[in-house]
Antibody, heavy 120, light 107 residues
Framework: QITLKESGPTLVKPTQTLTLTCTFSGFSLTTRGVGVGWIRQPPGKALEWLALIYWDDDKRYSPSLKNRLTITKDTSKNQVVLTMTNMDPVDTATYYC????????????WGQGALVTVSS | DIQMTQSPSFLSASVGDRVIITCRASQGISNYLAWYQQTPGKVPKLLIYDASTLQSGVPSRFSGSGSGTHFTLTISSLQPEDVATYYCQNCNSDPFTFGPGTKVDIK
């Protein structure tokens, strides 16, 4: 059974760096084809793909946020970490991590989401 | 970068109606397209991948078709539990962009 769970601060101040951790079970990030992605959703708005890390440590980022994002993995802990620098109120959103598999990058399993509010 | 568009942005239909949602990609993405359903307050759920393959456990009234740049999601007989926002996603190459969503409601 694949599960993922996001953890991190619920409130960050503008200009601060956000660090979110995705802790997963039921799969290994050393298995060929597997990846973990991050997607966010501002309140009342659409889903936005942010970043993806593959089993082989290949990393992909949203072009509009590339300069602010870093994604890393710790396979021994079954964790993926996303950092986003220079947070702004427009970054207020629910942040999801999700499991990627298959030949196309679909997300078949999602975490419950973590609401992050950016406010002074 | 590949852009995804959806139409309509909102639709209201009666129970039992056939509903069709369209998704277009700005460049060809072969059949690497996924559809997700997000009911209010819930986590997105994968419905269909590779444009037409139904995810395990998804009711057969949902179907998908298309390839290249034009895709459709069809609900053959709308049910009250289908009230949700539906998103398509480019699964071919990064950025793995989502469409803006189509909100489906019951008349």
């Amino acid at each position: 059974q694949i599960t993922l769970k996001e953890s991190g601060p619920t409130l960050v101040k503008p200009t601060q760096t956000l660090t979110l951790t995705c802790t997963f079970s039921g799969f290994s990030l050393t298995t060929r084809g597997v990846g973990v992605g991050w997607i966010r959703q501002p309140p009342g708005k659409a889903l936005e793909w942010l970043a993806l890390i593959y089993w082989d440590d290949d990393k992909r980022y949203s072009p509009s946020l590339k300069n602010r994002l870093t994604i890393t993995k710790d396979t021994s802990k079954n964790q993926v970490v996303l950092t986003m620098t220079n947070m702004d109120p427009v970054d207020t959103a629910t942040y999801y991590c999700a499991h990627r598999s298959g030949t196309g990058t679909r997300f078949g399993y999602w975490g419950q989401g973590a609401l992050v509010t950016v406010s002074s | 970068d590949i852009q995804m568009t959806q139409s309509p942005s909102f639709l209201s239909a009666s129970v039992g109606d056939r509903v069709i949602i369209t998704c277009r990609a700005s460049q060809g993405i072969s059949n690497y397209l996924a559809w997700y359903q997000q009911t209010p307050g819930k986590v997105p759920k994968l419905l269909i991948y590779d444009a037409s393959t139904l995810q395990s456990g998804v009711p057969s009234r949902f179907s998908g078709s298309g390839s290249g740049t034009h895709f459709t999601l069809t609900i053959s007989s709308l049910q009250p539990e289908d009230v949700a926002t539906y998103y398509c996603q480019n699964c071919n190459s990064d950025p793995f962009t989502f469409g803006p969503g189509t909100k489906v409601d019951i008349k």
